[in-house]
T-cell receptor, first 114, second 111 residues
């Protein structure tokens, strides 16, 4: 199993450009999450989707939008990128029966906004 | 979700046990303690979790105090590859979507 797959792994944007980070999981998990991690910091929750068809804000949602396309896929969109959004973005999923609390993370998408 | 407190960094000699503490004094009755680690800038990796009993798996042991206000992750024989940031979080087994990750403990295993 691939687990949680994120694309792209690296991206450089200019201020004001838009882009979408894609995330897919093949573990039949109900819940999916987007986190960002700035250098030397912990992870901060941007948005989450408790189940297919629902999305909710996390700690730092400003400047982002999300779409839970189906049970497998959860995308994160930056409509007008800013240098403050330079970060590593991690997608995660959870919710398999019997292991509901365990989060599975992707390898990260490294975004630089110039 | 309850928050946790961890020391920012710790050192450990290779081959010795690494004991990583975590305080979670506001933990609720339905919240579990989970430990993750992050090597370099990879995605965090699940290690172990527990509710109130001590737990052990192939990676580590988890000791939770009787009052559940603190816990210790034990890596019994630390290797250089265990150098990483270790996160202690608390969340319910179901729900608990707004899981808060603190800065974690940066463990340095030295030869």
């Amino acid at each position: 199993n691939a687990g949680v797959t994120q694309t792209p792994k690296f991206q450089v944007l200019k201020t004001g450009q838009s882009m979408t980070l894609q995330c897919a999981q093949d573990m039949n998990h109900n819940s999916m999450y987007w986190y960002r991690q700035d250098p030397g910091m912990g992870l901060r929750l941007i948005y989450y989707s408790a189940s297919e068809g629902t999305t909710d804000k996390g700690e730092v949602p400003n400047g982002y939008n999300v779409s839970r396309l189906n049970k497998r896929e959860f995308s994160l969109r930056l409509e007008s990128a800013a240098p403050s959004q330079t970060s590593v973005y991690f997608c995660a999923s959870s919710g398999l029966a019997g292991k509901s609390g365990e989060l599975f993370f992707g390898e990260g998408s490294r975004l630089t906004v110039l | 979700d309850a928050k946790t407190t961890q020391p920012p960094s710790m050192d450990c000699a290779e081959g010795r046990a690494a004991n990583l503490p975590c305080n979670h004094s506001t933990i609720s009755g339905n919240e579990y303690v989970y430990w993750y680690r992050q090597i370099h800038s990879q995605g965090p990796q699940y290690i172990i979790h527990g509710l109130k009993n001590n737990e052990t798996n192939e990676m580590a042991s988890l000791i939770i105090t009787e009052d559940r206000k603190s816990s210790t992750l034990i890596l019994p024989h630390a290797t250089l590859r265990d150098t990483a940031v270790y996160y202690c979080i608390v969340r319910p087994y179901t729900g608990g979507f707004k899981t808060i990750f603190g800065a974690g403990t940066r463990l340095f295993v030295k030869a």
